[in-house]
DNA sequence: TGGCTATTTGGCTATATTGCCAAATATAAT
DNA sequence: ATTATATTTGGCAATATAGCCAAATAGCCA
């Protein structure tokens, strides 16, 4: 592969790799509808706080939210909402693959 | 996070991760012009066959790419052609992450 | 200042992923 | 049948990720 076909794919790796996780997938749904701080999400997902924190920085490591202090508290938000549209792709691959399972079990049922 | 919402989350993040690599997201642009065969995709990205056709079938489980026999090969092709779509919103965040890079800079510059 | 709340960081263990090699399997061609 | 070609599988070592606890940090408020 050559180098720079390479590196372009690196790094959209890096920003796919962040949202391939369940809870950050919760999160950037939440995060979608609106900006929430850390301890709502923390209550929402029901883990560690420092779980769900850590699971914030890759997201903004990614460049996938931005945070802003206000008061006492941090919030995070979406910083690309097209996200969401892939979302709507995800699922696209997943109702297919249950169609698929379906024509199977057919099939077998003869 | 509630059983259902749990459940949803974790099977999109199933698929998402099979997205998640740099040879994967190759292979999934490749697919999308043209049906390949393992070997063309090795060749291509200079990995071992068998590290290749491991992340075929990666893809495969996660039911994004399908194969057929035909020959003496095995041709692999993109099952959601949507995909592609996602990809070019991944570019978004990455020229969005690079502009915000951009404006870092300058601030320091002064 | 000192305590309070919100968040991040460090450290650790458990688990998952990656990629190579060698070996197995399957099919086509001679 | 034997050989050659294409692909998958098993096994292993290196590396990365996840999630918890404890501790550190940061800003607000009395």
Redesign the interface.
């Known amino acids: ?1 050559k180098s720079n ?2 590196t372009r ?5 890096k ?3 962040a ?8 999160i950037i ?1 939440e995060l979608s509808k609106r900006e929430c701080c850390v301890n709502e999400l923390t209550e ?3 883990a560690d706080t420092s779980t769900v924190s850590k699971h914030l920085s890759v997201l903004k490591n ?3 939210v931005t945070d802003e202090k206000r008061g006492n508290s941090i919030f995070y938000s979406l ?2 909402p ?2 969401m ?3 709507s ?6 109702s ?2 249950a169609k ?1 399972h379906i024509e199977i079990l057919k099939c077998c049922k003869g």
């Open positions: 592969m076909v390479k794919h690196e790094a959209r790796a920003i796919i790799k949202m391939a996780h369940p809870s950050r997938l919760f749904e929402m997902i029901e990614a460049g996938l910083r690309c097209c996200i549209d892939f979302v792709c995800v699922e696209d691959v997943l297919s693959n698929e």
